[in-house]
T-cell receptor, first 110, second 114 residues
Framework: KQEVTQIPAALSVPEGENLVLNCSFT??????LQWFRQDPGKGLTSLLL?????REQTSGRLNASLDKSSGRSTLYIAASQPGDSATYLC?????????FGEGTQLTVNP | NAGVTQTPKFQVLKTGQSMTLQCAQD?????MYWYRQDPGMGLRLIYY???????DKGEVPNGYNVSRLNKREFSLRLESAAPSQTSVYFC?????????????FGPGTRLTVT
């Protein structure tokens, strides 16, 4: 059974800092990995999707990497802003379904 | 283009009552999903529909039924609500269930069962 772990559970940083969120998964037989953002009381917003054949994807200040063989993905956020404060969720697609981590709650302080 | 919409946004039920959560998407997606989100448990898949006319169980299907009414709509029914079903329910859709297709989520339904 696929299990997804995200470390740290919470992170507080000053504005402008570059930061890395970590995601690990137990079964490397995945199709895709998707990073989401969730604001309090809201739904999930897709940030990036990395296919199993890819090493990384970039969107603006966000860069996600994937090392399938070691079961790890990272989400790099450059020059963090208070508006980046949210919970970030990693989800692994092992075939017709996503398995989610519990998320990293990020607070960016002005 | 509204994306994925869910109704209602909030609901309070008494134990044993029934209700149906509605979900609709306007992106012409083939696949739709129902998840629940609980503190300490993350999001878990309840049921999904890979294409119109098909439904399959996810990780936590007990106590729920689903109907893929047409390509746009996928409903989740609680026949006899229990306090353990207190949760936030999310509907999602994707172009297909297999392959590099992002899932898009609705805003959620917050359900409390007393």
């Amino acid at each position: 059974k696929q299990e997804v772990t995200q470390i740290p559970a919470a992170l507080s940083v000053p504005e402008g800092e570059n930061l890395v969120l970590n995601c690990s998964f137990t079964d490397s037989a995945i199709y895709n990995l998707q990073w989401f953002r969730q604001d309090p009381g809201k739904g999930l917003t897709s940030l990036l999707l990395i296919q199993s054949s890819q090493r990384e994807q970039t969107s603006g200040r966000l860069n996600a990497s994937l090392d399938k063989s070691s079961g790890r993905s990272t989400l790099y956020i450059a020059a963090s802003q208070p508006g980046d404060s949210a919970t970030y969720l990693c989800a692994v697609d092992s075939g017709s379904r996503l398995t989610f981590g519990e998320g990293t709650q990020l607070t960016v302080n002005p | 283009n509204a994306g994925v919409t869910q109704t209602p946004k909030f609901q309070v039920l008494k134990t044993g009552q029934s209700m149906t959560l509605q979900c609709a998407q306007d992106m012409n997606h083939n696949s739709m999903y129902w998840y629940r989100q609980d503190p300490g448990m993350g999001l878990r898949l309840i049921y999904y529909s890979a294409s119109e006319g098909t439904t399959d169980k996810g990780e936590v299907p007990n106590g729920y039924n689903v109907s893929r009414l047409n390509k746009r709509e996928f409903s989740l029914r609680l026949e006899s609500a229990a306090p353990s079903q207190t949760s936030v329910y999310f509907c999602a859709s994707s172009e297909f269930s297999r392959g590099p297709y992002e899932q898009y989520f609705g805003p959620g339904t917050r359900l409390t069962v007393t």
